[in-house]
Every structure is written in structure tokens, then in C-alpha cells.
């Protein structure tokens, strides 16, 4: 059966409609597809839906639809383009240009990427337009999908610096786009939030849900991607406690340690 996957800031009923339409369409060419539940992206943040859309893929196995649809943060461009296509690893994504496909073909490589033109420049075209185009990717029934093959260097990107904060997970855990050193375990370091001095933390090699220290902040290499950093407090709100969010700059430097 056909796996979709939709990474979305439409997080409440949007977000079944959505799947409705997507179920509507897939019951009409006969063809079952199963939906996994909503991957939810920080409102309005491209960078948030590149970052989810890539780890879905990493995830995921190779055949996985991967329908990304986030609100764009600014509105300068009046049209913008709604493509598909595959990665070198099999995995097929859906949804408009806005750069959330950037980190995907970085690291997976596009093996052919289609535009899907005449889209209606309408209000929630993501719920009356695309889902039934997301069905028929999802069914292999794409030949009248193929028509109009799209440039791979036009497929937009986020970018970003070193540190950026690309995901705050709900107990309030940061993912950050910096690896961290093979450091020994409680190691300390000294964080900095957008280049203002902000608290200390330490290095650890094992599960947070092992420290024994409430509210102690703590960063070790990321559940993620290995070449990414997890920054938490134990038993608490890290993000929450200091205003941290999607997009800002977390950094740190090495402080002197007795372990030295």
C-alpha cells in the first residue's frame, strides 16, 4: 500500500481535509494509500519544513510520498511553482517551490523533478488542487504528470548559517545546525543565542533522561543527523525557558575545565 507523509503547518482540521481529499481521489482510481500522521512544522518557517522534509526522508523507506505544504513567510513573488519529483533514493516529494526541497536534494540528489503547471492561484489550492495530485503520484499513475520536466538548479533553498536553530521539539529541546566536537563527557561550554551571552551547558555521551540534575542544560550529538547538535534541559523547557526559536543563532565556545 502507498505511503504519504505530509509535513505541514495546517495542524488542525486543515489538516484533515486535507487527507480527505487525498483519500476521495485515491478511492476513485482505486488505489488504497495510507496516510501517517501529520509531521507539524513552526508556522510560516521554510526552513523548519526543509529541515522535517529531509528527516522524513531519512526515516522513511525508499517509495514514501512526501507531501510538504507550509505557508510561505513573505509574499514576494506573486506565483510561484509547484513541483514533484524523486531523489537518487527513491523517495518522491510534492508541494510548491518555497525552498523546503532544498535540503532534501542537497544530501539525496534528484534523480528527475516535473513542474505541475495551471495551478489556481486560490485560496487553499494545497487542499483542492494538489491532494489529488499527491494520490495519483502515491498510485504510480503519473504520466500525464511528466510533461513539463523542471530545471534541478531551480529547486529553491534555505540557507542558513552554522548554528541555526532548525527544530524545537516539544519538551522544548533545540536541533542545531552545527556538529559537535568529540568532547569528553561533562565537558562544559558556554551558549550564546543570536551572539548574546546566554548560560552554560555541558557536553554528554549519554541519554539526557540519564542526568541526574534537574535543569541542567546539556548538549550531545543529535538524535537526528550526526552532523547536528541537540541542546536540552533535563526534566525541563530549554526553548521555553529562553525564548529560543526556529531560526535563531545557538553557538557556544569551550570553557576552561578542569578535565583539561
Known sequence: MARVVMVTDCRDVAFSE????IHKEADEIGHPITIEPIVAVENFSEFNA???TRLVAESYPAGTVIYTLVSKSSNMRPLHDVIWGETRSGHIFVGSNFGSFGWLARDLGIK????IRDVPQKSFSGKTFIPPIVARIAADDTASLTAYPYEESKIDDTPFVEGTVAHV???GNVKITTEIDELPHGYPLALALNGTAL???VHITNQIYLQPELGKIVAYRSTSFPDMTDIGMVRGNFAESHGIRVGDRLTWTIESSDKD
Do not use: K, P, Q, T
Not at 18 to 21: L, M, T
Not at 112 to 115: D, L, N, Q
Open 199 to 201: 548560560c552554560e551547558a
Open 50 to 52: 526543509a529541515f522535517l
Open 18 to 21: 486535507i487527507c480527505g481529499a
Open 112 to 115: 528527475h523533478v516535473y513542474e
Open 169 to 171: 521539539d516539544n519538551f
